[in-house]
């Protein structure tokens, strides 16, 4: 009985591991997007049959695609100890709840529109970008406080300043901030200088110098600390996989540790050897 259903699990993390039934997973689920795309326009009574129809395949599917990643486990607990497993879980069942007129067809919808984020659960790479832009989240809060304080000195100097020449933009600290917000978007942002220059010539290098440290420093920080945690990631899937240079080198410390640990092994067996060896 036990062979019988390694013999189907087997099966099922075949079907599972299939490239040609992963590329269908996700085509269905832009398939699945497009649907709801669809539904969002003003059509006629029969294709709104056929979308609901179409919708009803795609719940399905997903459905006997979460069954088979399930059975394909050698136990049901490993499949939720992965938090996107748990995650595609609650989407395909929370999308059995039917879309009619009822007060959960809202929430039925949204939980449609969801789906099209398994694609990041079932492809490694979109996985891997926001696995590294969660991580990098903590770091980039301190980059964001040092940003908060360049633009509240800016927009506390800026109100000072410039509140006479056009109190809409200048008027208080906070508005002076989103004012500097559009600055630093670049949007119109000459047209605000050049007001200010009719009265103080020289405070283009009020503009300049904001400029230079939120669109150049603090920017770059940010992109550089994304880039720093991917490249971590990167090398973390890489040591998991066994796959490019960090994959290498994890196999090298792998097998010298194993080696190192016979060689102790035989050294301290010659020692017993040569201990018991008469004199």
Do not use: C
């Amino acid at each position: 009985m036990s062979s019988n259903t390694a013999t189907l699990r087997d099966r099922f993390v075949a079907i599972r591991s299939n490239k040609i039934f992963e590329m269908t997973v996700i085509a269905i689920i832009i398939f699945s997007a497009l649907v709801i795309g669809a539904s969002t326009y003003d059509i006629s009574p029969n294709w709104l049959g056929v979308i609901k129809f179409l919708d009803l395949a795609i719940t399905i599917f997903f459905l006997i695609e979460i069954i088979i990643r399930i059975i394909a486990e050698e136990k049901i607990v490993n499949f939720f100890r992965s938090a996107w497993n748990i995650f595609d879980f609650l989407i395909v069942t929370l999308s059995l709840i039917p879309i009619d007129e009822s007060e959960m067809v809202l929430l039925a919808r949204l939980l449609r529109i969801f789906r099209v984020l398994r694609l990041v659960s079932i492809i490694p790479e979109l996985r891997l970008l926001l696995n590294s832009l969660v991580k990098a989240i903590p770091r980039i809060g301190y980059v964001t406080l040092l940003m908060f304080i360049i633009f509240y000195i800016y927009g506390a100097i800026g109100s000072f300043f410039y509140e006479k020449i056009n109190p809409v933009l200048w008027g208080d600290i906070s508005i002076a901030m989103l004012t500097l917000f559009r600055v630093s978007t670049f949007e119109d942002w000459t047209d605000v200088m050049y007001e200010t220059m009719e009265v103080y010539p020289f405070s283009w290098i009020y503009y300049l110098t904001f400029i230079f440290f939120t669109a150049f420093v603090f920017l770059n920080m940010m992109i550089g600390v994304v880039l720093d945690v991917m490249q971590k990631e990167h090398e973390e899937f890489d040591r998991q996989e066994g796959e490019g240079e960090a994959g290498e080198v994890h196999w090298i410390k792998e097998h010298t540790k194993a080696m190192e640990e016979r060689l102790e092994r035989m050294e301290n067996l010659l020692t017993d050897i040569a201990k018991e060896k008469p004199k």
